[in-house]
């Protein structure tokens, strides 16, 4: 069964960091390679919004809020992508989800909460 699985997440002060993991479980590379991936976060009360994308060929993107503070990899060898956050701040707190994607699939992680404290 194919999964993604969520870790790193936790409780850090202002100004800290934090880097989140999501490993694929039961992909074989021929198909996690090719897949595009990305991170979302939902904060409480609000809607869930995209952080951060890496595709299948490495190239990222970020949303406004985190550009500068956050960096999105991937290990292939590995089947992991990282998200790196620096710099964190109170508006950064919420489940950060780990999805991929291609043209016919989607799969999503259960997520792993990080909370940014003053």
């Known amino acids: 069964q194919k999964r993604l699985v969520e870790s790193g997440g936790g409780l850090v002060q202002a100004g800290g960091s934090l880097r989140l993991r999501c490993r694929g479980s039961?992909?074989?590379?021929?198909?996690?390679?090719?897949?595009?991936m990305a991170w979302y976060r939902q904060a409480p009360g609000k809607q869930r919004e995209l952080v951060a994308t890496v595709s299948n060929s490495g190239t990222t993107t970020y949303a406004d809020s985190v550009k500068g503070r956050f960096t999105i990899s991937r290990d292939n060898s590995v089947k992991t992508i990282y998200l790196r956050m620096n710099s964190l701040n109170l508006e950064d707190t919420a489940i950060y989800y780990c999805n991929a994607h291609d043209s016919q699939n989607d799969y999503w992680g259960q997520g792993t909460q990080v909370t940014v404290s003053s």
């Open positions: 039961g992909f074989i590379t021929s198909v996690f390679n090719p897949l595009h």
